[in-house]
């Protein structure tokens, strides 16, 4: 018993957990694996998530939407700067029916950042949110990003020993 | 004759490193520029096209404001220094004069130009509008740098003085180019309308925002920002010819 | 004979100031002339028009009659400005001039200008370098450039040591003898009762007296003055 209790224990948790409603709102709302989420500034990544009907009526014109924050500085980042599309409206979920939402990104500045995705329904004052989650995203250290460094270097080298050399022979012609 | 100063004045700005400094530093700046929009974190959100505008508002600025400097003493050094007696005592007419101290400075830019192309090539690879930024910066920056030299030479011939000539052409630089940097929320009244329409400045940088973020190469998508341009560099050289004719009838010397 | 030089009524005023005032001489074709005056009479203001830098207000002037299109083609002008690019080699600077005088031959002839002048040594130094009498010898080389028929001299030993005005004299000498007409403005006045054949004196812009030292003599009604006292008794009056 103990055993077939841990085998339906293990099964559950493995299966991703459909979207939870709360008491008030009708609908359930929760990001994708984290996992895939840190990266490095400079990669475009997609979040998922997953939008559920809980209740047996379809809902209508229902927005969903990313909301952003810099754990550092405690401040919400303008996500147009980040290229992610404001937001995604769907027009109708049926009762029970399970959405997948998506969203493309382009990590801008690192840090250590929090990710909710919310969602409202029309006629609902309540928003849903997804639980908070928290990634992180590195630093990109590139010296010659579109091999501009020779040219930056190179230039002002290159017309300074124009410039000693014309110099150098103009010294050796006058007196 | 004009090919003989001309010349003179080419090697004059080799041999004393005036125009060749000011051809390094305007690198260094390019260098610096172009290095920080590429790899400044923040700078790498502006999408390629601005940075490309971005990039040559400076080139044709830095043009300009080197332009304007030599300018403002090529024809009053003549005369502060003077050297322009012995010039006119030559065979050589007030025009040979005026022509080859032109084509001095209009070389000068075409040599900051040249110094800006690898800068535009390394910055606009992978768009589709590396040669259409390199031939309108080209264009746009010459037209502007021409009306500009002609009114700085008026200003020499009526000032007869490089620092006053100097002054007053960096004031007038600035005053063109300042407005032009304005959002274009700021011209949306008619006043700024009409400033943004006559200033050459505000042409050229908004043709190139035309040409680079809007994507309208073509010259005769360019007309409306072109023709004010080229209106601005007429009404100099006809200012210029005034100021040339109250020169002349002055005379060369003036017994102050 | 016709003069080389023919001036009439030259007026000219700067503002209110009247530098020349009705101002008329002749010069003869190889006349080595002595032009005087006290500090402002005139006489930079009179080489100016006659040289083309500056229009008169009144009165005309031909020079070697009035045919020739550009009379600069045959002046050689040594002005009271002497301003050089200091960049320049002496080499350099008579060639850029023996350019625009479309000169054949520029660095032979420029070599000739210099030891002329007794610059060869420093034919390829900066003229930046140069002491007040190197540029006086290099202002004279680039007055014989186009190898004038009419010379104006504007103080032209001025600054000189001894030695080097000697040089200079004799240089002119020199060049009269090659039947150079020669306008000599300065105020050292033995070089120019030794140099010159006929003086011309003005003072506030009008023309005081002219003629040979010895017609002067005579004019103030003593034959034994000097130039000086010549010029100090016409000037004073």
Not at chain 1, 110 to 118: E, H, K, N
Not at chain 1, 157 to 169: D, G, R
Request: with cysteine; proline share 4%; aromatic share 10%.
């Amino acid at each position: 018993m103990v055993l077939i209790w841990v085998c339906l224990h293990v099964v559950a948790n493995s299966v991703e957990a459909e979207p939870q409603a709360s008491d008030k709102s009708p609908l359930a709302v929760q990001i994708g694996s984290t996992r895939s989420l840190n990266g490095t500034a400079g990669d475009y990544v997609t979040i998922t998530a997953q939008i559920r009907n809980t209740t047996s009526r379809p809902i209508d014109k229902v927005t969903t939407y990313l909301s952003l924050a810099d754990e550092e500085t405690k401040l919400p980042v303008d996500l147009e700067d980040w290229s992610a599309e404001k937001g995604l409206f769907i027009e109708t979920i049926d009762a029970g029916q399970t959405l997948p939402l998506q969203w493309k990104i382009h990590f801008v500045k690192p840090g250590a950042y929090s990710l909710i995705v919310v969602a409202e329904a029309a006629g609902n004052d309540v928003p849903q949110t997804s639980t908070i989650t928290r990634f992180y995203v590195k630093p990109k250290h590139n010296l010659n990003p579109g091999h501009v460094l020779p040219v930056a270097l190179g230039m002002p080298v290159v017309l300074l020993f124009i410039m000693v050399i014309v110099t150098y022979k103009r010294n050796s012609k006058v007196a | 004759m004009f090919r003989y100063i001309w010349i003179k004045e080419m090697k004059g700005e080799l041999f004393t490193w005036k125009s060749t400094l000011w051809l390094i530093i305007s690198s260094l700046l390019l260098s610096f520029t172009s290095y920080s929009f590429l790899t400044n974190k923040e700078l790498c959100l502006l999408d390629q096209t601005e940075m490309l505008w971005l990039l040559g508002e400076i080139i044709v600025g830095t043009g300009l404001l080197i332009v304007a400097i030599d300018a403002s003493s090529t024809v009053t050094g003549e005369l502060e220094n003077e050297t322009v007696e012995s010039l006119f005592l030559s065979p050589m007419t007030l025009c040979d004069f005026v022509l080859g101290k032109f084509l001095a400075c209009l070389t000068l830019w075409g040599f900051i130009f040249i110094v800006s192309v690898p800068y535009m090539l390394v910055t606009s690879a992978g768009s589709r509008l590396g040669s259409a930024f390199i031939s309108y910066v080209f264009l746009l920056g010459t037209l502007v740098v021409i009306g500009f030299i002609l009114l700085v030479f008026t200003l020499s011939f009526l000032y007869r003085s490089s620092k006053n000539t100097l002054t007053t052409s960096l004031i007038i630089l600035m005053a063109l180019a300042v407005p032009a940097v304005f959002s274009s929320t700021l011209k949306n009244n008619p006043f700024g309308w009409l400033l943004s329409k006559v200033n050459p400045v505000d042409n050229a940088f908004s043709a190139l925002d035309n040409v680079l973020v809007d994507g309208q190469t073509a010259l005769s998508q360019n007309w409306p920002f072109l023709l004010p341009l080229l209106i601005f560099c007429l009404l100099m050289l006809a200012f210029m010819a005034y100021s040339v004719r109250c020169f002349s009838s002055e005379g060369i010397i003036r017994n102050e | 004979m016709n003069p080389i030089i023919h001036a009439v009524n030259l007026t000219k005023s700067y503002g209110n100031k009247k530098a020349l005032d009705g101002l008329s001489f002749d010069i003869a074709a190889g006349e080595f002339l002595g032009f005087l005056g006290p500090n402002g009479a005139g006489k930079t203001t009179t080489i100016r028009i006659l040289t083309g830098i500056i229009k008169t207000d009144e009165g005309h002037f031909t020079i070697d009659g009035p045919d020739l299109p550009d009379k600069r083609q045959i002046l050689g002008v040594m002005p009271e400005s002497r301003g050089f690019y200091p960049w320049m080699t002496p080499m350099e600077y008579l060639g850029f001039f023996a350019d625009l005088y479309r000169i054949p031959g520029k660095e032979q002839a420029t070599d000739i200008l210099l030891s002329q002048v007794g610059l060869s040594a420093q034919r390829n130094s900066r003229i930046g370098t140069f002491s007040r009498g190197m540029k006086q010898r290099l202002s004279l080389a680039r007055a014989l450039c186009n190898k004038p028929k009419i010379l104006f001299l504007d103080e032209p030993t001025l600054g000189l040591d001894p030695q080097g005005q000697e040089d200079i004299q004799n240089l002119f000498t020199k060049l009269h003898q090659q039947g150079i007409t020669i306008f000599l403005s300065s105020h050292l006045l033995d070089e120019v009762a030794q140099l010159c054949s006929r003086v011309v004196i003005i003072h506030h812009g009008r023309l005081v007296a002219q003629g040979s030292l010895a017609e002067l003599q005579v004019q103030i009604g003593s034959q034994n003055s000097t130039l000086k006292d010549i010029f100090l008794t016409l000037t004073k009056a």
